[in-house]
């Protein structure tokens, strides 16, 4: 299994945008592929920050995501709203 | 939607009652409570860390997540086993 826990800073005035970009990350993840456990964004209780929790059933289901089209497609939306790199923790199941 | 990550640090040489407690929580929990989004422990990279991801349909999905018997039986020797309180952020959905 593959978990992972980002914490990212929105840029100021771009919240909006980032949040409909990953919406739509999210959405075409979620329909799109099996191998997800579970993976959704959220806003933390510090403005312009936010959480995305991230868990595949296997690093081939890591591999399908960020390989697919959607994934391709959006993330460099994503990443141009952040202000600074991603804080990441992985996990591993227990 | 109830959202929460939860980072405890366990107590030097409890790590294996705390895993197998844990376990057991979490089994029970998705085995019985069809409110669960995602409800799992991890490891973190940081020796005796470790992390609660827990994700419910609603408030209601909550409360009886922390009113079932699985809860009131394991949740008490999961807290024995912790060194300190546990580090919660809460979350909210995009």
Same mark, same amino acid.
């Given at each position: %299994?593959?978990?992972?826990? @980002? ?7 771009? !919240? ?5 970009? *990953?919406? +739509? *990350?999210? +959405? ?9 456990? #579970?993976?959704?964004? @959220? ?5 312009? !920050?936010?959480? %995305?929790? !991230?868990? #595949? ?11 697919? !089209?959607? #994934? ?9 709203? *952040? ?7 992985? *996990?591993?199941?227990?």
């Amino acid at each position: %299994m593959s978990t992972s826990v @980002f914490k990212v800073k929105v840029k100021a005035g771009r !919240e909006a945008e980032f949040e409909s970009v *990953l919406t +739509a *990350l999210v +959405a075409a993840s979620n329909a799109n592929e099996p191998g997800i456990r #579970f993976y959704q964004g @959220f806003r933390s209780d510090t403005p312009g !920050e936010y959480v %995305m929790l !991230e868990s #595949f059933q296997d690093k081939a289901a890591l591999e399908a995501h960020t390989a697919s !089209e959607h #994934f391709l497609a959006h993330t460099p939306k994503v990443a141009d709203c *952040l202000d600074g790199p991603p804080e990441i923790q992985h *996990l591993t199941d227990i």
